[in-house]
């Protein structure tokens, strides 16, 4: 369970444009900005340990700088139909989560993890709907790829599904769901992002958010807020 948070701001690069994305100045400034920013506000999982982790892929499809989401295959017990990032639990054998992130999405989606494979930095944990579990994203430049020629895990995903910076940043494809809780008084908001099909909410959307956010200060502009209730 997360409340609604307030991004970090500041170091925002003037001259900043969809095609000035990867440039040095901004990666640098990613770093930093992925140093400041603050991980969800959540009461109920202080102290527990990231056991997951997720890659954020970042790439060049038909010219496109794009986020790369698998749909996960109908038969899952767990994210059933869902747009998510390729990542699982964090296993024994693994250095930290940058290395399970990449792992996974070789297993998932068939994605190289060589020298093609710039990581940018990781975003801080977020609490999934799993008891106790957190989820770190790692943000990674995995190049330009034509996803129909990844391959996909079979009875795990069922497609690759692309989405622009453009349209992810777009006022018209972003939007915002309340929640009411006595756990969590008042409440607490949620990302969304309409545009794909289907669209991307829960902990998807809240690591886009955060992607974004930090990436791309000045060209995505939403902010969470919560809207209190209604007095009688």
Not at 30 to 55: E, H, I, N, Q, Y
Not at 62 to 77: A, F, I, N, P, V
Not at 101 to 120: I, Y
């Amino acid at each position: 369970m997360w409340l609604a948070t307030t991004p970090t701001r500041g170091m925002a690069t003037a001259s900043l444009s969809f095609e000035t994305v990867l440039s040095e100045e901004n990666k640098n400034n990613l770093k930093m900005r992925l140093a400041k920013t603050k991980s969800p506000r959540v009461r109920d999982l202080k102290g527990s340990k990231p056991r997951a982790a997720v890659l954020v892929p970042l790439c060049h499809v038909e010219g496109e700088l794009s986020l790369l989401y698998t749909l996960r295959c109908l038969s899952l017990g767990d994210h059933a139909g869902e747009m998510c990032f390729p990542g699982g639990k964090v296993d024994p054998e693994d250095k930290d989560e940058v290395h399970t992130a990449l792992r996974e999405a070789h297993e998932e989606v068939g994605l190289r993890t060589g020298e093609n494979v710039e990581v940018l930095g990781t975003l801080p944990p977020v609490p999934s709907r799993a008891e106790g579990t957190h989820v770190v994203g790692v943000l990674a430049y995995v190049g330009h790829l034509d996803p129909a020629a990844l391959t996909l895990s079979p009875g795990e995903v069922e497609a690759i599904i692309v989405a622009s910076l453009r349209n992810l940043c777009h006022p018209v494809f972003v939007r915002q769901t309340q929640f009411r809780s006595t756990k969590f008084p008042p409440g607490y908001t949620l990302p969304v992002f309409l545009g794909t099909e289907p669209r991307v909410w829960g902990l998807t959307a809240i690591l886009t958010h955060m992607t974004l956010t930090a990436l791309l200060p000045g060209l995505y502009s939403h902010r969470l807020r919560l809207i209190p209730p209604l007095k009688a």
